[in-house]
C-alpha cells in the first residue's frame, strides 16, 4: 500500500479523557480510524469517525469533565489550540463571553508515510509548492511528510514555520515524523510572518515550509523568502486556483491581478474588451497542487500559465494524477486551449449565468448594476444552490462562518475590493464574458434618444427630457449633451430620475 500510518499516539490521546469517557472509546471496534471527541457542557460527549458519530455517554459532560482534560494538555494559545506534548494531537477550545472553556474538539494527530509519493517529484524539483484543498483532506499531513522527505532523502536543511504546533507536535521537542527538518515555533499566529523572515536570515534554510498563508504580510514575507532563492513547500486558504485569483490579501502568491485598459486597436486584435485583467507580476509558488481527494489531486505544473489562460477565459493546463488500488499512480493532462473569441449572444449568457450567494454584498445595488448591463442576475438564498459566492473584501478578512463554510463546500469565492458599482460592474463583466462591442440594445436606445433630444434642441426646442434611466445610462446621457454644447442636469426620484437637456449652456 502507499499509505501506512507510523503512529496514532492514541494512548497518550486515552490518558487525558476522563476515565468513563475512555472506557467507552476503548470499546469502539473502529478506534483506530478515530478522527475526533467532542466534549460541550451539558451534552453527552461524541465520538466521530468517518463513516459515522456514536453518543459516548448518556450523562451531559459538566465542568469537571472539561477541566480533567484541560488540565492535562498544554496551555492554550492565542487561536484558542492546545496539544499533548511529543504528539500531534489538537485540542481546541471554545470559550464563553467570560473565557471560560465550555467545549472541547480533540482531533487525533497522525503521522502516515508516503502521503507525497503522488507528488513527490514536484517537491523534490526545487520548486516552490502550494497545496490547496478543503479542511479535512490532508494538507497537513502532507506537509508533514514533506518536510521529512526533503530533510531526510534530499538532505536539505528544512525549517517548519509551525504556528499551532499542527505540523511538529506539542512541545519543544517535535514529533519524528518530520525526520530531521528543524522546527520553529511561533508565539501567536499574527507573527506567523515575522517567524517566516527569522527563518531565512537567521538560519540558513534551502527550504521553509509553511501552513495557512492566509494574511496579506504573510504573503509578502512568502514573496521575500522565494525572491532569495529559498525553496517554499506551504498552504494557503482556498480549494482552487481561482480561489486565489478571487482573493486580493492572497493573489500576489500566484502573480497578483491587475485591471489594464488597452487601446482599441489592441482590443480588437485580442477580441476582448478595452479593460481587461492581466497578472502583475511572475508568481510566489512556481506549482499548485488542488488536494481534490487523498488520492487525488490536479496540478498547475506552471502557476503563471496557468494565471493567464484563466484571466483569457481559457482552460489551464492541468494535470490530475491519482492513486489507483495496486498503489500505482495514474496521470491525466489537459493542454492549453485558445480562449473563445465569438462574440457570445445575451440568451447565451443567461443559460451559464452563475448562482450568487451575497454575503456583506448590497443586493439591490447589484441588482441595479445588473439592470444597467441588460443582465438577470440569479441570487440565491441558499448556499447550497449556489454555484459562486461572492463577498467583500472587509467581511472575506474576518473569516467569518459563511466564508468558512462556503470554502468548504469547494465554492468559488469571488471578493470584491469594494461594496461599490464599479466593482460589482467589472465582477459582472468578468463573470458574463461582456465585450465592448457587446452593448445591451437599450443602452444603444438611451444614447440615441439623447442624441434625438440635441436635435431638437438645437432646432428650435426650449428644453426636452428624456425617459428615466439608471445612474450610469445617465451619466452617458450627459456626455451626449457636453458633446454638443448643451446643458443637461438631472432631476426626478428614482426609479423615475430623468435628465433634461437645455438649449443654452449655463442655464
Known amino acids: 500500500m502507499v499509505r501506512q500510518v507510523i503512529t496514532d499516539d492514541m494512548d497518550a490521546l486515552l490518558a487525558i479523557m476522563p476515565p468513563q469517557i475512555k472506557i467507552l472509546l476503548v470499546q469502539q471496534p473502529d478506534i483506530s480510524e478515530l478522527l475526533e471527541v467532542v466534549i460541550d457542557l451539558g451534552r453527552p460527549p461524541e465520538a466521530r469517525f468517518p463513516k459515522r458519530e456514536v453518543v459516548l455517554d448518556v450523562k451531559e459532560a459538566d465542568e469537571a469533565d472539561i ?4 488540565t492535562r494538555i498544554s496551555t492554550f494559545g492565542d487561536d484558542n489550540r492546545a496539544g499533548i506534548e511529543r504528539t500531534l494531537h489538537r485540542i481546541s477550545a471554545i470559550r464563553n463571553r467570560r473565557g471560560r472553556v465550555i467545549g472541547l474538539t480533540c482531533r487525533v494527530g497522525r503521522a502516515v508515510f508516503g502521503t507525497i509519493t503522488i507528488i513527490e517529484d514536484l517537491v523534490q524539483s526545487g520548486k516552490s509548492v502550494l497545496l490547496l484543498g478543503r479542511p479535512g483532506v490532508g494538507k497537513t499531513t502532507m506537509l508533514r511528510e514533506v518536510a521529512r522527505v526533503l530533510a531526510d532523502d534530499a538532505n536539505k536543511r528544512v525549517i517548519i514555520v509551525d504556528t499551532s504546533n499542527e505540523i511538529a507536535g506539542d512541545g519543544d521537542i517535535p514529533h ?10 511561533v508565539v501567536t499566529p499574527s507573527q506567523q510572518h515575522a517567524v517566516m523572515i527569522e527563518a531565512v536570515e537567521n538560519h540558513m534554510p534551502e527550504v521553509i515550509v509553511i501552513d495557512e498563508i492566509g494574511t496579506e504580510l504573510e504573503a509578502t514575507a512568502a514573496r521575500t523568502i522565494a525572491e532569495r532563492g529559498v525553496q517554499l513547500v506551504g498552504t494557503a486558504h482556498g480549494n482552487t486556483l481561482e480561489n486565489l485569483m478571487m482573493n486580493p490579501t492572497l493573489a500576489d502568491l500566484i502573480g497578483g491581478i491587475q485591471s489594464v485598459t488597452l487601446g482599441d486597436e ?5 477580441g476582448t474588451q478595452k479593460s481587461i485583467l492581466e497578472r502583475k507580476s511572475p508568481p510566489t509558488f512556481d506549482i499548485v497542487v488542488e488536494i481534490q481527494e487523498r488520492d487525488r489531486v490536479a496540478i498547475h505544473p506552471d502557476v503563471g500559465e496557468a494565471v493567464d489562460a484563466l484571466l483569457r477565459n481559457a482552460p489551464p493546463a492541468t494535470e490530475i494524477r491519482s492513486i489507483d488500488e495496486n498503489g500505482e ?9 485558445k480562449a473563445e473569441t465569438v462574440k457570445p449572444r445575451h440568451n ?14 448590497n443586493r439591490f445595488r447589484l441588482a441595479q448594476v445588473g ?5 438577470n442576475i440569479n441570487v440565491v438564498d441558499n448556499l447550497h444552490d449556489a454555484t459562486m459566492f ?3 473584501k472587509n467581511y472575506y478578512r474576518r473569516r467569518p462562518q459563511q466564508v468558512r463554510d462556503a470554502e468548504a463546500a469547494r465554492l468559488p469565492v469571488y471578493v470584491l475590493r469594494s461594496n461599490t458599482p464599479p466593482q460589482m460592474r467589472q465582477m ?5 464574458s461582456l465585450r465592448e462591442d457587446d452593448k445591451p440594445e437599450y443602452f444603444k436606445t438611451a444614447l440615441d434618444e439623447a442624441e434625438e433630444a440635441v436635435t431638437q434642441v438645437r432646432e428650435g426646442e426650449e428644453a426636452v427630457e428624456l425617459s428615466p434611466q439608471s445612474s450610469y445610462i445617465r451619466r452617458m446621457q450627459h456626455l451626449v449633451a457636453e458633446r454638443s454644447d448643451l446643458t443637461s442636469r438631472s432631476f426626478g426620484k428614482e426609479p423615475g430620475r430623468r435628465v433634461k437637456i437645455f438649449k443654452e449652456r449655463g442655464r
Open 67 to 70: 477541566d480533567y482534560i484541560v
Open 176 to 185: 519524528p515524523a518530520i525526520g530531521h527538518a528543524r522546527r520553529m515555533q
Open 266 to 270: 489592441e482590443a480588437r486584435r485580442r
Open 329 to 337: 499512480i495514474k496521470i491525466e493532462k489537459t493542454e492549453v486551449k
Open 348 to 361: 447565451d449568457r443567461e443559460d451559464k449565468a452563475p448562482k450568487l450567494y451575497l454575503f456583506g454584498v
Open 371 to 375: 439592470r444597467e448591463l441588460n443582465l
Open 390 to 392: 461572492v463577498t467583500s
Open 428 to 432: 459582472l463583466s468578468n463573470l458574463y
